[in-house]
C-alpha cells in the first residue's frame, strides 16, 4: 500500500502538516504534532478506521484516495523459498562438529558434551544443567 495523503491534502488546498492538523482539531481528531508529522512524512503501519473516517471527511475522499494499492515486490532469487531442507542431512552435517563443550567446575571434571538438536532445519544447541556433586 501507498500513502498518498499529501496528494489528497493539496487537492484541497492544504499545504503543510499543520494546517490539516487545525482543520482535523475542528472537525473533532486532536492529533498529536508528532503522530501528525509522521502520517505526513511517512506510510503508517497502522491506520485507525476512526482516524480514517475524519481524515476522509477533511479531505473530502474516500479511503482508497489516501490508501493506494501497489503489487508487492518482485522476489529476487536469493529471497525465494527453496525446499526445506532434510532434517537427516542436517542431523548429520552438523553432528561432528555440533557440540558444546562447557569448561571445567571448579571440582576439576569436565561436564560432558551437549549434542546439537535440529529444529527447524537449524541445529540449535541445547543446554543442560546439572550439578556435579563434590568430590
Given at each position: 500500500?501507498?500513502?498518498?495523503l499529501?496528494?489528497?491534502?493539496?487537492?484541497r488546498?492544504i499545504?503543510?502538516?499543520a494546517?490539516?492538523?487545525?482543520r482535523?482539531?475542528?472537525a473533532?481528531?486532536?492529533?498529536?504534532?508528532?503522530k501528525?508529522?509522521?502520517?505526513?512524512?511517512h506510510t503508517?503501519?497502522?491506520?485507525?478506521?476512526?482516524?480514517?473516517?475524519?481524515?476522509?471527511?477533511?479531505?473530502?475522499?474516500?479511503?482508497?484516495?489516501?490508501?493506494?494499492?501497489?503489487?508487492?515486490?518482485?522476489?529476487?532469487?536469493?529471497?525465494?523459498?527453496?525446499?526445506?531442507?532434510?532434517?537427516a542431512?542436517?542431523?548429520?552435517?552438523?553432528?561432528?562438529?555440533?557440540?558444546?563443550?562447557t569448561?571445567?567446575?571448579?571440582?576439576?571434571?569436565?561436564?560432558?558434551?551437549?549434542?546439537?538438536v535440529?529444529?527447524?532445519?537449524?541445529?540449535?544447541?541445547?543446554?543442560?544443567?546439572?550439578s556435579?556433586?563434590?568430590?
Amino acid at each position: 500500500m501507498r500513502w498518498n495523503l499529501r496528494a489528497a491534502a493539496a487537492r484541497r488546498g492544504i499545504a503543510s502538516a499543520a494546517e490539516l492538523r487545525r482543520r482535523l482539531a475542528s472537525a473533532g481528531l486532536v492529533v498529536s504534532v508528532g503522530k501528525m508529522s509522521g502520517l505526513w512524512a511517512h506510510t503508517p503501519l497502522t491506520v485507525r478506521l476512526e482516524d480514517l473516517e475524519v481524515l476522509c471527511t477533511v479531505l473530502s475522499c474516500e479511503p482508497s484516495d489516501l490508501l493506494i494499492p501497489e503489487p508487492p515486490p518482485a522476489r529476487t532469487p536469493a529471497s525465494a523459498p527453496g525446499p526445506a531442507p532434510d532434517p537427516a542431512s542436517t542431523t548429520a552435517a552438523f553432528s561432528a562438529a555440533a557440540t558444546l563443550t562447557t569448561p571445567a567446575p571448579a571440582t576439576g571434571r569436565a561436564t560432558a558434551p551437549v549434542p546439537a538438536v535440529p529444529v527447524a532445519g537449524r541445529a540449535v544447541r541445547r543446554v543442560i544443567v546439572r550439578s556435579v556433586p563434590p568430590a
